[in-house]
């Protein structure tokens, strides 16, 4: 299959849930951001994981852009952009994510047909320009101007091989490449903003145990255990909240917040346990008790 058909394909194709998702990597998940913004109700649970039911589906990308992993597989729909302007109309209201993407390809500036811009449209502006202003960057410039056309070029899977039945060299020159048509991964905001963090990492260090199960599942590689230090690269982390889920001990937490990156680095000490006097490790230094000699006590004392 040539490279022209496999970008003709992808142009139009139903959503699916990659193996990425957070239910997959563990039962424990309590993600459900594509199912609570669906308006259509077309994800549910099923066994456990999200489901996309395509007949209800209207392929409208807001569970693509509400998943922090990017394990929601599709197309955003097409954006028109003349001379770094992105045109829009009131209708059609831009994510957030979408838009801090479009900043850092250089459209910064956003033109609306209509004088006044709708109550929607307003709000997510004021978003997009308090978010930019946490990352140290201008706000968006906003235009009027009557003359401009939002033109969406999209062609049904049936149209498309149609087409490309009778006049493939004209259908690649009729649809312009997918340069303001974001997939999945385009969304991944940590790659356009490499010297901000968008979350706060907190560690209970009396309650972690070590026990490694975030550093094992963290979808991003955020989290390092070595001899002597826990350490989390914040700027990797998407949000998802799953080191939080799986956490036996509840030592993690995980709250949005737009920062310039900090390290997090906690020094992993090695102390003699009163109970049983093995050595044993603990981000608490004034913890000397074996995590399996406290878990002892605290069950006796429960009985
Ligand atoms: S938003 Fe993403 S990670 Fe969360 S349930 Fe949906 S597909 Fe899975
Ligand atoms: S934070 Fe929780 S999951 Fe991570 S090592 Fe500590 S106890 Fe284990
Ligand atoms: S650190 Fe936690 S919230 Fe961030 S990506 Fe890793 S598992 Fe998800």
Not at 282 to 290: A, G, I, Q, V, Y
Request: hydrophobic share 35%; charged share 25%.
């Amino acid at each position: 299959m040539s490279l022209l058909q496999h970008w003709l394909e992808s142009l139009d194709y139903d959503y699916q849930i990659l193996p990425t998702c957070t239910h997959v990597q563990s039962p424990r998940s309590s993600c459900r951001e594509c199912i609570d913004h669906c308006p259509e109700q077309a994800i549910f649970f099923k066994d456990g994981k999200p489901f996309i039911d395509t007949v209800k589906c209207t392929q409208c990308s807001h569970c693509i852009v509400a998943c922090p992993v990017q394990a929601v597989e599709g197309f955003l729909p097409k954006r028109t952009v003349e001379n770094n302007r992105l045109i829009v109309s009131n209708k059609d209201v831009i994510s957030l994510k979408e838009l801090l993407v479009y900043y850092q390809k250089q459209v910064t500036t956003i033109v609306f047909k209509d004088e006044d811009a709708s109550a929607e449209w307003q709000e997510m502006i004021k978003s997009a320009n308090e978010s930019l202003c946490e990352l140290g960057e201008a706000a968006f410039t906003i235009q009027f101007d009557k003359a401009v056309e939002e033109t969406e070029q999209t062609m049904t899977r049936k149209e498309l091989f149609s087409f490309w039945k009778k006049d493939v060299k004209n259908i690649a020159k009729e649809m312009a490449p997918a340069k303001w048509r974001f997939n999945q991964e385009s969304l991944n905001l940590i790659k356009y903003y490499p010297d901000h963090q968008f979350i706060d990492f907190s560690l209970n260090t009396s309650a972690c145990t070590l026990c490694k199960a975030c550093e094992i599942l963290c979808p991003k590689a955020c989290i390092h255990l070595t001899d002597t230090h826990f350490t989390v690269a914040p700027e990797q982390c998407s949000n998802c909240s799953l080191c939080e889920d799986i956490c036996p001990e509840q030592a993690i937490s995980i709250t949005s917040k737009i920062s310039p990156v900090t390290q997090v680095n906690y020094w992993i000490r090695e102390n003699a346990c009163v109970s049983c006097e093995e050595n044993f490790k603990t981000l608490d230094e004034d913890e000397h008790m074996c995590h399996a000699c406290r878990k002892k006590k605290e069950f006796l004392f429960m009985q």
